[in-house]
């Protein structure tokens, strides 16, 4: 497992596990950050990164993906 922030841009990964304080982890799975749902990072700018999960496109910042593990 390596942070998302470790990841390939482009690469289709798979979320293994989501780290971090319950209210950070409940907002990551309202967006579709779950386990077993399929990730891929599309850019990255500034350090926050813009992914693409569950066929919709997200930013989130460095910190909270790094908290995302792959």
Not at 35 to 46: L, V
Not at 47 to 63: D, H, L
């Amino acid at each position: 497992m390596i942070p998302l922030m470790m990841a390939q841009t482009g690469v289709e990964n798979s979320i293994k596990k989501v780290g971090g304080k319950e209210e950070i982890r409940l907002f990551l799975a309202s967006l579709g950050f779950v386990p077993g749902s399929h990730i891929t990072i599309i850019s990255e700018i500034a350090g926050n990164v813009i992914v693409n999960i569950k066929e919709s496109r997200i930013a989130i910042s460095r910190e909270m993906a790094e908290k995302i593990m792959v």
